[in-house]
C-alpha cells in the first residue's frame, strides 16, 4: 500500500510539474482593423505595434468597409482581406525578423503602417 500511495504522488508531482513548466509560448494575439473611415491600425493590448518578436502570431482582422481592405505583407506573408469585402476573419502567421507593411491598396498612399521584427 504504501509503494502504492509513493507512485501515486510521485505521478501527481509529474503532473504537476508538465502543467507549471511552460512548453512553447503560447501564441501573440494581434488586432487589424480597417475602416470604416481612412483609418487602419495593428495593435496588440490595445497599443499600436511598432516591433514585434520573431514567432507565431494570430490576428484577428476586422475588415469595416467595402472600399478597403486589410494586406499585411512582408518576409514569408502576404494577406489580404479583401477590397469589397466586410467581416472578420482570424489569420495564423509566423514573423521573420525584418520590415512589415500593413496597407489597404486603394488607399496605400495615406492608410498604412510598418513595424519590425527582432
Same mark, same amino acid.
Given at each position: ?45 490595445? %497599443?499600436?505595434?511598432?516591433?514585434? #518578436?520573431? !514567432? @507565431?502570431? +494570430?490576428?484577428? *482582422?476586422?475588415? =469595416?468597409?467595402?472600399?478597403?481592405? $486589410? ?7 502576404? %494577406?489580404?482581406?479583401?477590397?469589397? #469585402?466586410? !467581416? @472578420?476573419? +482570424?489569420?495564423? *502567421?509566423?514573423? =521573420?525578423?525584418?520590415?512589415?507593411? $500593413? ?16
Amino acid at each position: 500500500m504504501i509503494q502504492f500511495r509513493t507512485m501515486l504522488v510521485a505521478a501527481f508531482a509529474t503532473v504537476a510539474l508538465l502543467a507549471a513548466t511552460p512548453g512553447q509560448a503560447a501564441t501573440k494575439k494581434l488586432q487589424a482593423t480597417v475602416g470604416p473611415g481612412f483609418t487602419i491600425t495593428l495593435k496588440m493590448g490595445g %497599443k499600436a505595434v511598432k516591433s514585434l #518578436k520573431a !514567432g @507565431s502570431y +494570430t490576428i484577428s *482582422v476586422s475588415d =469595416k468597409s467595402k472600399i478597403h481592405n $486589410f494586406r499585411l505583407k512582408g518576409s514569408g506573408v502576404n %494577406k489580404d482581406s479583401g477590397v469589397g #469585402k466586410v !467581416g @472578420s476573419m +482570424t489569420w495564423k *502567421v509566423t514573423f =521573420k525578423k525584418g520590415s512589415y507593411l $500593413f496597407v489597404c491598396d486603394p488607399h496605400a498612399s495615406s492608410m498604412k503602417g510598418t513595424f519590425k521584427v527582432t
